[in-house]
Structure formats: C-alpha cells, structure tokens
C-alpha cells in the first residue's frame, strides 16, 4: 500500500495546517491491514484510476466480543412472518449490468443517500476493484435487497447496502446488516467494518449491535460513551475542540 497526504483547510491563526490521509491499495491482500489502519474505500471521485482509501473515524464490529443485542431480536421476530433468506454471491458470478438491479438501487440511493448517488459514481463502485461479494436478501422469492461487500482474510466491509422501502416498517435495513454480521461470526471472521460513524444519524448501529471499537484517529477505542459524545457534538465541532484533542493527545505521549 501507498500511503500520502493531500492538503486540508489552513487556521494560521492557531498554526493548524491540515493534511488529509489517504491510501492506495496495490494489492487485495492488503485489505485487512488498510481497514486496521483506520482507512476506507473512497468512491466520490469517479475519475481516480486506482483503488483510494481515505482515513476517518470508522466503525467495526470486534467478532470475538459479538453477541445478539435485545434490538437484534426484536427485529428478528417481527420480520420472521416473512421467511426472509440470502445468499452470498461472488462478484464475479454477478451480473452488475442488470437493468432491474441498477435501476433497484438508483431508486434507493435517490431517496436515501444524503450526497446522492448517480448511474455514473454506481457504475464506478461496482466495478471496483476492491468489491468481492454481494448479498442478496429474498422475501418470498422477490430480491428485496442488495449489500455490496469487500471479503478478505477474515475481513468483511458492509459498503453499500440498498433495500426495498416497501419493507420499512420490518426493519429490513437492519436485519440485512445483523444477518451479514451474525454470519461473519458463523464463518470465524474477525472484524466487520461498518463505515463512518459521525453525527447523531450514525449512533443507530452504536445502539443496535454489540463488540464495537471505532477508530480514534490513532487506535481503535472500544469506550463507546465517548464515541456518542463525538457523535452528538460533530456539527458543532470547533478549532478550539480540535487544539483541546490535540492537547490531550500530547500530554498521553508524555506520560
């Protein structure tokens, strides 16, 4: 892997310089070892000619601390009336030209994706060279959902994930992400990575699973209590917060 900084926003009045990290992968065996680092796959920028990975505060289930919260549960059992089942299909066995596919999840993205989601930047996901699986969810033989996912050595990444709205009121978003994480665990993985977790929009997956660490900046961090605090307090987020960090961080390393 190859890693580099490109320059951020500049406050010369507290001499804050800020370079953004990123990575490129140039090989697919270094995928567990990239989402340790605390990177995740960049898809914005439709033109980029290599796999570019950017660095964030990220999300991760820690399989071995995993267990079945009440909210798994509950949403188990009121979606069990409809005997949903998947199947984990290589990408390579899968038809991404699908009109009926992509039009499925055009639909959903329009309706659900905050930065929007065009046939361009998902034809550019879909042909990544990062994607290895997806799982397709069924409810009475009808495709009702799709999670585009990185597999790796015991590395799972739940990227993208698209549902029918229909189904809302059973909470087939969160069963999808619960069925891909439970069979991690099933299959002896080690970590599920859940993308970013910023804002109060993210604590849902805060809330809902167990045996979670985010990552800090610097390391993962199991104290979820503070993650909800980072969260809660992300659009208000000031210099004055990020030198106050920064001051904490320093003082660590002189201990």
């Given amino acids: 892997m190859k890693i580099f900084y490109s320059e951020s926003f500049v406050d010369y009045s507290s001499y804050t310089f800020n370079y953004a990290k990123y990575c490129i992968k140039e090989n ?16 914005n920028n439709v033109h980029l000619q290599h796999a570019t990975y950017y660095f964030a505060r990220s999300l991760r289930i820690n399989i071995k601390n995993f267990k ?20 984990l299909t290589p990408i390579t066995n899968f038809d991404i030209s699908n009109k009926d596919f992509l039009s499925f999840c055009l639909d959903y993205g329009k309706n659900r994706f905050s930065e929007g989601l065009n046939a361009e930047r998902l034809n550019y996901i879909l042909k990544s060279e990062s994607i290895s699986h997806i799982f397709e969810f069924e409810i009475q033989n ?4 799709y999670v585009i996912s990185i597999i790796e050595k015991g590395t799972l990444h739940y990227w993208f994930s698209f549902f029918d709205m229909s189904y809302q009121s059973f909470s087939l978003g969160k069963f999808m992400m619960f069925s891909v994480i439970k069979w991690a665990s099933e299959n002896n993985f080690n970590f599920v990575y ?24 610097n390391q993962w961090n199991s104290d979820i209590k503070l993650l909800k605090i980072k969260c ?9 917060d990020f030198k106050q960090d920064t001051d904490v961080f320093l003082e660590r390393l002189t201990k």
Avoid at 142 to 145: F, H, I, L, Q, R
Avoid at 232 to 240: A, C, G, I, Q, W
């Fill in 28 to 43: 697919q065996s270094e995928i567990p070892e990239i989402y340790n680092k605390g990177f995740l796959p960049y898809s």
């Fill in 194 to 217: 859940l993308g970013t977790c910023y804002g109060e929009k993210s604590l849902y997956k805060v809330r809902d699973f167990k045996g979670l660490d985010f990552f800090d900046g």
């Fill in 142 to 145: 009808k495709n009702v959902g």
């Fill in 232 to 240: 809660k307090s992300d659009s208000e987020f000031t210099m004055d």
């Fill in 68 to 87: 079945e919260s009440s909210e798994n549960r509950r949403v188990n059992k009121k979606i069990a009336e409809l005997n949903p089942s998947f199947k």
